[in-house]
C-alpha cells in the first residue's frame, strides 16, 4: 500500500513569523517537513516579484493548520494578525509557538486578539508537544481533515 501513501495529500502548515526571526521559522519548517507535512515559509516559497499578498492568501485558503511564532517583535507585525484571523476565519488549528514572552505576558497585552489568547501557547523549547501531534495528523489523515 506504499502507492495509496503516496497519492495521499499533504497536510499544509502555514509558518507564520517576522522577517526577523526567519532563521527560526527555518528551523521550524524543516521540523515540520521531518514530519511528513508541507510547510509554507514565504522565504522559501515566493519568487522574487511576485504577489505576495496573494500567494500567502493562496496558501492559507490551503493550509490545515497555522503556527505562528511570536515573539516581542512579532506583536507589532500586521502580517501575523493577517494570517492568525484568515486561520481563524476558516477554523483551522493555530499553534502559536513563543520566543521571549510568556503566556501570560502575551495574555496581559490588551491588543493581543482574543483568538490568539484561546490557543494553544507553547514556548519554543516545547515545540516536540507540537511535532508529536503533527506526526499523528499526518499519518492518521495526511492532509484531509482540519482535526
Given at each position: ?64 493548520e ?19 484571523g ?62
Amino acid at each position: 500500500m506504499a502507492q495509496e501513501s503516496a497519492e495521499r495529500p499533504e497536510r499544509l502548515v502555514f509558518v507564520s513569523h517576522t522577517g526577523q526571526h526567519t532563521w527560526v521559522a527555518k528551523q521550524i519548517a524543516r521540523e515540520i517537513e521531518a514530519c511528513g507535512a508541507k510547510p509554507f515559509l514565504d522565504d522559501a516559497e515566493l519568487d522574487a516579484g511576485a504577489d505576495f499578498e496573494e500567494d500567502i492568501r493562496k496558501f492559507l485558503e490551503r493550509a490545515h493548520e497555522l503556527a505562528v511564532l511570536l515573539t516581542p517583535w512579532a506583536l507589532d507585525r500586521t502580517y501575523v494578525w493577517i494570517e492568525s484571523g484568515a486561520a481563524w476565519g476558516r477554523r483551522i488549528p493555530i499553534v502559536a509557538l513563543l520566543l521571549g514572552i510568556t503566556p501570560g505576558e502575551l495574555q496581559s497585552r490588551p491588543v493581543v486578539p482574543v483568538l490568539l489568547k484561546k490557543r494553544d501557547l507553547l514556548q519554543l523549547n516545547d515545540i516536540e508537544l507540537l511535532l508529536e501531534q503533527l506526526r499523528r495528523r499526518v499519518e492518521r489523515h495526511g492532509s484531509g481533515d482540519r482535526e
